[in-house]
């Protein structure tokens, strides 16, 4: 079983619908959880981040953490061409553990 | 300031040659990352430096990988001798010091096919 998995999608959606990215983990030590965003060819860029349990708002975006069920989304509002990337759902802390990634296809 | 760089962006190597990945960590991370994405697969991590120490390379996938960080400044990890499932896109982060999970910085990576 993977620590994080992620349907890797690809999720097409039109112009100004609201995105929701989901994934679950294993292991119930970790306590950071990150989503990150990537580029075609380039290197993954951190979008935000969660501590234990809870929401985090940050403009278009909103993460969720439910440690109870070990569930993690991210959602996206009034989403733009400009978010189609692929969105990896990440955990642990210096030793960071990856989902495999979901393709987001946001269409004019 | 300038991010992380890494060295070369892509490499095609034959099986059973060498090659050499570079990676410039932000100045003044203490804390620099490799890790790996092959075909189809997540990104792993393969080891974790504190300025020139090894702190972590639990990630490493057989001794044929040589990671080594001279200074504490910018890092290289050595592929010797190359085979065929080392394809893949290879990675490096850096993050300040005392901080980790959500303070990693990663480079474009390094891309290395070998054939």
């Known amino acids: 079983q993977k620590e994080v998995e992620q349907d890797p999608g690809p999720l097409s959606v039109p112009e100004g619908a609201i995105v929701s990215l989901n994934c679950t983990y294993s292991?119930?030590?970790?306590?950071?959880f990150m989503w990150y965003r990537q580029y075609s060819r380039k290197g993954p860029e951190l979008l935000m981040y969660?501590?234990?349990?809870g929401n985090k708002e940050d403009g278009r975006f909103t993460a969720q953490v439910d440690k109870s069920s070990k569930y993690i989304s991210l959602f996206i509002r009034d989403s733009q061409p400009s978010d189609s990337a692929t969105y990896l759902c990440?955990?642990?802390?210096?030793?960071?553990?990856f989902g495999t990634g979901t393709r987001l296809l946001v269409s004019p | 300031e300038a991010g992380v760089t890494q060295f070369p962006s892509h490499s095609v190597i034959e099986k059973g040659q060498t090659v050499t990945l570079r990676c410039d960590p932000i100045?003044?991370?203490?804390?620099l990352y490799w890790y790996r994405r092959v075909m189809g697969k997540e990104i792993k991590f393969l080891l974790h430096f504190v300025k020139e120490s090894k702190q972590d390379e639990s990630g490493m996938p057989n001794n044929r990988f040589l990671a080594e960080r001279t200074g504490g400044t910018y890092s290289t990890l050595k592929v010797q001798p190359a085979e065929l499932e080392d394809s893949g896109v290879y990675f490096c982060?850096?993050?300040?010091?005392?901080?980790?999970?959500?303070?990693?910085?990663f480079g474009p990576g390094t891309r290395l096919t070998v054939t």
């Open positions: 100045s003044g991370h203490d804390n």
């Open positions: 292991n119930s030590a970790f306590q950071y």
């Open positions: 969660t501590y234990s349990s």
């Open positions: 990440v955990t642990g802390f210096q030793k960071l553990v």
């Open positions: 982060a850096s993050s300040p010091p005392g901080q980790g999970a959500y303070e990693q910085y």
